[in-house]
């Protein structure tokens, strides 16, 4: 599989493998099941923030930058895991309300040790928002590898201010956004966008039958002005290689929201895709992918597929909170 990074780039990094439109059964829309599923910013916890961390932990203001040594240190011993733990968000950005904090690991953490390492990664939020860490089995890792915090209400509050401690490790500041909710209707084939207490109807076209777009909430993970999609190297011969514009992805499995010149006279009426949201080709995906921030909520409603697995991207929305907890070794927390 290929991927042309040659054009324009957001904060957000796209998936590791890249996309061609598909119908497979565990993977609809514009790649195979290549890429970690999670946007990455290093290895570890990167130096500035390791750096930085101790004078961040004492010197922020407690106007919601969220004092990092405002708590006291777990009791339990801090897990040898953190050490190379990658975040994927980095320090300083803003995100949309639909972000999670993820967090993975290089090999799986034994079920004995994730109470500790949910203890360990300590969340401060401006609104003292109750969440919790759950174990999200990743599309591309193996179980225990991944560990999303989210808020008990449905996505974050626009502005709160974040800080992430990753033990002795570093720490992480960021910021939520504006909400941006897009719902995507595949019966109805438009998609309304709701910010800004503002609503904008789209028309757009979905999967064709046989290539149903996933039903569910996604978020955004990244998005890139230009991407190479073959459909050649998702087992569907020659229908298409090519490069496609403004695109936004939405999952590890590759579904995107995309530019495509078959919206042109579908969009609205029928659809037409192998899986991915086409737009039309007189600036309609360009100024949707303009709009779009990483973290931002995409729905999809009416499509006659399962819902989007938690693991393939940032599904975890599709949980209620009781199976969000049922994953949760530690339990729900408070974040002031």
């Known amino acids: 599989m290929h991927l042309d990074r040659s054009a324009g780039r957001t904060a957000g990094r796209v998936g590791a493998a890249v996309a061609a439109c598909t119908a497979l059964l565990s993977a609809v829309g514009c790649s195979t099941d290549a890429g970690t599923g999670v946007r990455t910013s290093g290895d570890a916890p990167d130096a500035r923030a390791s750096a930085t961390a101790a004078a961040k932990a004492a010197g922020a203001d407690n106007d919601g930058s969220a004092k990092a040594s405002a708590r006291p240190a777990p009791s339990v011993p801090e897990p040898a895991e953190l050490a190379q733990a990658r975040v994927h968000i980095s320090d300083g950005q803003t995100v949309g309300v639909g972000m999670p904090i993820s967090v993975t690991f290089s090999r799986p953490v034994p079920a004995a040790d994730r109470k500790a390492v949910e203890s360990w990664l300590r969340v401060q939020t401006s609104s003292g928002t109750r969440g919790a860490w759950s174990w999200v089995k990743d599309h591309n890792l193996l179980d225990g590898q991944r560990v999303d915090f989210r808020p008990d209400t449905t996505y974050w509050q626009p502005g709160t201010r974040i800080t992430l401690r990753v033990g002795s490790h570093g720490v992480r500041q960021f910021t939520i956004g504006r909400s941006l909710v897009a719902t995507v209707d595949a019966k ?9 207490g503002k609503a904008m109807s789209i028309p757009v076209t979905t999967g064709a039958p046989g290539t149903d777009t996933w039903n569910g909430t996604m978020v955004v993970m990244d998005k890139a002005s230009k991407v190479h999609m073959d459909s050649r190297t998702v087992g ?45 080709t007189d600036g309609t995906a360009r100024r949707f992918y303009d709009q779009v921030m ?5 729905k999809v409603t009416g499509a006659n597929k399962d819902t989007v697995a938690v693991g393939n991207g940032y599904g975890d929305w599709n949980l209620t909170w009781k199976q969000w907890l049922a994953h949760s070794a530690a339990g729900e927390t408070t974040t002031a």
């Open 188 to 196: 109805t084939h438009t998609m309304t966008v709701r910010t800004g």
């Open 236 to 280: 569907l011969g020659d229908a298409y290689n090519g490069d496609y514009y403004w695109a936004v992805h939405l999952t590890t499995s590759g579904t995107y929201v995309h530019q495509n010149p078959h919206a042109d006279t579908a969009a609205g009426h029928s659809n037409v895709t192998h899986g991915c949201v086409g737009l039309a």
């Open 294 to 298: 990483v973290g931002d909520v995409i």
